[in-house]
């Protein structure tokens, strides 16, 4: 979520403001200092702030939303020097939510038919050689994010890979390949800033502006049997991949003619 939050121009890295999206303290003692921690991550259900796409109808019985969260270590916010700890005393979460009343003249209601999806999965590989990770079909990709691993947890390096980054159609066609250290700069090139080791974004979204381009590069996997992304690696470890797709939920089965 956290690497999700920086491919939007606000980013999340630490200010030295407490009024900033993220905030931390990193003064230490020998006998203990308390230090705060704030930070701000959003799960936007819609596409951006310009299209309302991927609203979520609550008024009705048949719809319930709950939210879920699982946190990590207090110690995983810092680098910690030999013999330091870090004892969480307090964690208090404050959800903001932002609805939108039901317009009463029908003709301007919002289109919710289609539905935004945000899902991670991870996968193993081995390394020394080709691999090849598949990725689910029947949905429309707005964005792929990866973010590669040694068997240690260690981001790899572009230095790590040998040949380029591949995403593969039916087991044959390859409209994206690229190499590692030229994709890091697009992305660097994109956002303005640069990803941290290991990360890599294809965001069929970015049209000069991210998150806020077309339907044009999107890629529709509604008619492809296989969808891959495809890696050769000098060492094994683990990808962790994060997609962000579209689903239509009406029975037409085409794209809405606002997003053509």
Not at 151 to 165: Q, R, T
């Amino acid at each position: 979520l956290y690497s999700l939050n920086r491919l939007n121009p606000d980013v999340l890295l630490p200010a030295s403001s407490p009024r900033a999206l993220s905030y931390i303290e990193t003064a230490a003692s020998t006998s203990g200092k308390d230090a705060r921690i704030k930070f701000q991550v959003a799960l936007p259900l819609t596409l951006n702030q310009r299209d309302p796409v991927g609203l979520i109808l609550l008024q009705n019985d048949e719809t319930t939303v709950s939210l879920q969260i699982d946190t990590a270590r207090a110690q995983d916010a810092y680098q910690l020097a030999t013999g330091d700890t870090v004892t969480l005393k307090q964690l208090k979460i404050t959800p903001t939510i932002e609805t939108f009343s039901v317009p009463s003249v029908p003709q301007a209601m919002p289109d919710i038919s289609v539905l935004k999806l945000v899902n991670e999965k991870g996968e193993q590989f081995t390394g020394n050689g080709q691999n090849i990770v598949k990725l689910q079909t029947g949905t429309i990709y707005r964005k792929l994010m990866f973010y590669f691993t040694d068997e240690s947890g260690n981001p790899l390096k572009d230095s790590d890979f040998a040949g380029n980054l591949e995403l593969v159609f039916n087991q044959a066609d390859i409209p994206y390949s690229i190499k590692p250290s030229a994709l890091a700069a697009r992305n660097h090139s994109d956002l303005g800033y640069v990803l941290p080791d290991g990360v890599y974004v294809f965001d069929f979204s970015n049209q000069g502006l991210p998150n806020l381009g077309g339907s044009r590069d999107y890629i529709d996997t509604e008619r492809l049997t296989e969808f891959w992304i495809r890696f050769n690696t000098q060492k094994g470890g683990r990808v962790k991949i994060v997609a962000e797709k579209l689903a239509l939920i009406h029975a037409g089965g085409l794209f809405p003619p606002f997003l053509i």
